[in-house]
T-cell receptor
Framework: GAGVSQSPRYKVAKRGRDVALRCDSI?????LYWYRQTLGQGSEVLTY????????KSGRPSGRFSAERPERSVSTLKIQRTEQGDSAVYLC??????????????FGPGTRLLVL | EDKVVQSPLSLVVHEGDTVTLNCSYE??????LLWYKQEKKAPTFLFML????IEKKSGRLSSILDNKELFSILNITATQTGDSAVYLC???????????????FGTGTLLAVQP
């Protein structure tokens, strides 16, 4: 069946430019997460949004990260004024949350971002 | 500052061995602890633990939480080469009165199972 998809799979950006990464989650899933993975620092969550609301806009490390939900099952991660340290794999995950109990998170394949 | 610490950072074992992975945490508003397995693709969810002292099992994997001593362990018995992966521990931090929860990850334990 359809899983979580992300686009683009690879992105090269010039330092200082803004980038937007897309995630299409599983229909019916309420919660969307964006994670960043780097070799040296492991995984960290960037943003978290539940239903149609947008939570945790500040992200890491300096508020340049934000996520929007233009549609219920679509999220766009925006990175402003990219820095070389933003080079990483960006993973999107979605899950169904009922009664504040987590269920399995389903991850997309990731977008590999390289900032030059 | 909230943090999650995993140990060991890496581990090499032979097939059939039993391994124990550790995760300790300092989180102000603990809600739950989660274990993930990550291979070449995105992480897969293993367990979520909220209650201290209750073991969760799934096949050869099991996990338990001690929320007094603030740690969790993940056990894998009769390891197989397919168990080779990075095992991630994450703690959910709950903001009282707000709507934002965060997952705080450890840096992971790299497990290599040799035939």
């Amino acid at each position: 069946g359809a899983g979580v998809s992300q686009s683009p799979r690879y992105k090269v950006a010039k330092r200082g430019r803004d980038v937007a990464l897309r995630c299409d989650s599983i229909s019916g899933h309420v919660t969307l997460y964006w994670y960043r993975q780097t070799l040296g620092q492991g995984s960290e969550v960037l943003t978290y949004s539940q239903s149609d609301a947008q939570r945790d806009k500040s992200g890491r490390p300096s508020g340049r990260f934000s996520a929007e939900r233009p549609e219920r099952s679509v999220s766009t991660l925006k990175i402003q004024r990219t820095e070389q340290g933003d080079s990483a794999v960006y993973l999107c995950a979605s899950s169904v949350i009922r009664d504040r109990v987590w269920e399995t998170q389903y991850f997309g394949p990731g977008t590999r971002l390289l900032v030059l | 500052e909230d943090k999650v610490v995993q140990s060991p950072l890496s581990l090499v074992v032979h097939e059939g061995d039993t391994v124990t992975l550790n995760c300790s945490y300092e989180v102000t508003n603990f809600r739950s602890l989660l274990w993930y397995k990550q291979e070449k693709k995105a992480p897969t969810f293993l367990f979520m633990l909220t209650s201290s002292g209750i073991e969760k099992k799934s096949g050869r994997l099991s996990s338990i939480l001690d929320n007094k001593e603030l740690f969790s362990i993940l056990n894998i018995t009769a390891t197989q080469t397919g168990d080779s992966a990075v095992y991630l521990c994450a703690v959910e931090d709950r903001h009282y009165g707000g709507a934002t929860n965060k997952l705080i990850f450890g840096t992971g334990t790299l497990l290599a199972v040799q035939p």
